[in-house]
């Protein structure tokens, strides 16, 4: 994964028009939507209007005019505003305690609080216009956006340690098979432990860390068969599936998108799953 650590000041100060902030449990991006196709991310996603309000769809039809919103992991569902602006700010789930989260996170989507969506509005046009450093909040990105630190989670030790292998290095070609026998478990057994303790599938898990460590890659010179490889992906048909399935965008479609986009992809901060 490239690490960009020496940033120019035009980027570290929001002047470029989008910017994304990586870390290898959050990612926080405020710019333009683009007009991505259905999309499903590991993540939970808070989505935060900047301006017109959000159009929300969800695959079993429920439609929101909103301006904030938090789809769960591995939800299907199409995004759209009229001015193209927003704010999104995702969360690994792994990476916190799912059963002592604030309420709000999975209320209905017309309970969510009018104070929460200027918090978080005001959190991002701050970025963007350059008034707050990115280096001032990188070490408490949610106390920054959200107020407060979320509880995070303690995963069983071999698990965990499976889990920040794979988040430290997401192109890595270890498969399942060769991680249960480093920790000293059965194929099966490791399959359903690992299921048990994360909350999604190992394939699963692994899918959506190799295509969210795609977005470190979007504002470099490499051509898509490069990045397909470097990023993990045996072929570059199957690495536009799995972006596309994530990210409702092709990786022509997003890197085109990513022109003057500040990418601060932060590794140094270790996974809270331990």
Not at 27 to 39: K, Q, V
Request: with cysteine; net charge neutral.
């Amino acid at each position: 994964m490239p690490m960009t650590s020496a940033l120019n000041t035009q980027q570290l100060t929001g002047r470029s028009d989008k910017l994304m902030l990586i870390t290898p449990d959050r990612i926080c991006y405020a710019g333009a939507l683009g007009r991505p196709h259905t999309r499903q991310f590991g993540a939970i996603t808070v989505y935060v209007s900047l301006g017109s309000p959000l159009h929300i769809l969800f695959q079993d039809g429920k439609r929101y005019s909103t301006d904030i919103c938090v789809v769960q992991p591995d939800t299907p569902h199409e995004i759209a505003t009229v001015d193209r602006r927003i704010g999104v700010y995702m969360i690994e789930p792994e990476s916190i305690d799912m059963d002592r989260l604030p309420e709000w996170f999975t209320a209905d989507q017309a309970a969510l609080p009018a104070a929460l969506h200027q918090r978080l509005r005001d959190a991002f046009l701050s970025l963007a216009d350059g008034s707050v450093h990115v280096n001032a909040i990188r070490p408490r990105l949610d106390e920054f956006f959200l107020g407060h630190a979320l509880p995070s989670r303690k995963l069983e030790w071999r698990m965990a340690a499976v889990v920040n292998r794979i988040k430290r290095n997401p192109s890595d070609s270890v498969g399942a098979e060769e991680y249960a026998d480093q920790v000293d478990l059965s194929f099966s057994r490791f399959l359903h432990l690992f299921k048990e303790e994360v909350g999604t599938t190992f394939r699963r898990f692994r899918a959506w860390k190799r295509a969210r460590n795609f977005m470190s890659y979007v504002n470099t010179e490499r051509n898509l068969t490069d990045i397909a490889l470097e990023t993990g992906f045996p072929d570059s048909s199957h690495f536009s599936h799995t972006v596309r399935h994530y990210w409702g965008l092709t990786p022509r479609d997003i890197i085109a998108g990513s022109r003057r986009l500040a990418v601060i992809n932060d590794a140094s901060f270790v996974s809270t799953a331990h």
